[in-house]
């Protein structure tokens, strides 16, 4: 087996940096073949990935967190090469949502490592949106509004993990406002003040259950709308949203849906798997099945 190891060592505040000499060595010690390619800055795992001879590996794995991830499946989509080889993740990094649904202990990264040297793809969904004129394709989610807004936060608290997102929350919802969203979901329209929406593949956003029932092979998205509330009562439900009992609040829509077109009456600034990246109007859809991925 070879594969394309796609790393990150600045993930994890640079913790991914030091542990590579032992990621390399568990490689090695299950006669895993890799060409370690090194991301340098923003957005260079996409260029890798588009550059990279597909027909030269078994696969092509992420290391890092979620926005390795993002920039890997990015780079994957718009590689020349015809045939779709497996895609790997090696969690090390803060957020590590994906790893979650793939029943991973993202706690142990050498069970992963295991899990590619098995080789037993799976087919798993995509996500893809259209924002003025350009497609991006997420793994986990796809936010805008508070969502958004919070990640914003949230990265630049990164040296405090996955407790930075639970920080941005609280330092936004100083700032809460709500915005007129016009959705039409598969034949569905719905036109709402809202707070924030949330467009889920995966479960988990970093270590909120944000979907509880998403499934990721389903061919669906899951979509959660916060409607127009109070920071009073946003305070006292947000404990909710680690367990997934968030869904059942009054101001809480849910629904699944295969295509999405979406409008704002103001300009939102949307968030793929964490990233900041491009604004509102946007159209989604789910690739039912369309990226093989290394599972148990």
């Known amino acids: 087996m070879k594969i394309l190891l796609i790393y990150n060592p600045m993930a994890n505040h640079k913790r991914a940096g030091k542990l ?6 568990c490689f090695n010690s299950k006669n895993i073949e890799f060409d370690l390619k090194l991301t340098d800055y923003p957005e260079h795992a996409v260029d890798l990935v588009i550059n990279a001879d597909f027909s030269q590996y078994d696969g ?48 142990r990264w050498e069970e992963a490592v295991e899990i590619i040297r098995l080789g037993k793809p799976r087919n798993v969904d995509v996500g893809v949106f259209r924002t003025h004129g350009q497609d991006y394709y997420f793994m986990n989610i796809l936010g805008l509004g508070f969502v958004a807004d919070v990640g914003k936060t949230a990265h630049k608290l990164k040296v405090f993990g996955n407790v930075s997102y639970t920080l941005g929350v609280l330092y936004q919802m100083l700032f809460l406002k709500s915005y007129r969203v016009k959705i039409e979901a598969d034949g569905k329209s719905y036109d709402r003040d809202n707070i924030f929406v949330e467009i889920s593949n995966t479960r988990y956003t970093s270590n909120f259950l944000m979907a509880p029932h998403a499934e990721i092979d389903d061919g669906l998205l899951d979509v959660t709308l916060l409607d127009k509330t109070t920071r009073r009562k946003l305070m006292q439900s947000f404990p909710k949203i680690f367990t997934g009992e968030h869904i059942h609040i009054d101001e ?14 103001i300009p939102k600034v949307l968030a793929p798997d964490g990233e900041l990246m491009g604004i509102t109007p946007m159209e989604v859809e789910c690739l039912r099945q369309d990226v093989p991925v290394f599972w148990r």
């Open 252 to 265: 809480i829509e849910q629904f699944k849906a295969q295509k999405i077109t979406l409008e704002t009456d």
């Open 20 to 25: 590579l000499p032992k990621v390399e060595a």
């Open 60 to 107: 092509v794995v992420a290391g890092g967190g979620d926005g390795t991830l993002f920039e890997t499946i990015n780079g994957y989509y718009k590689n020349p090469n015809k045939g779709k080889i497996p895609l790997g993740v090696l969690p090390i990094g803060t957020g590590n949502a994906f790893a979650r649904d793939l029943e991973m202990d993202v706690s």
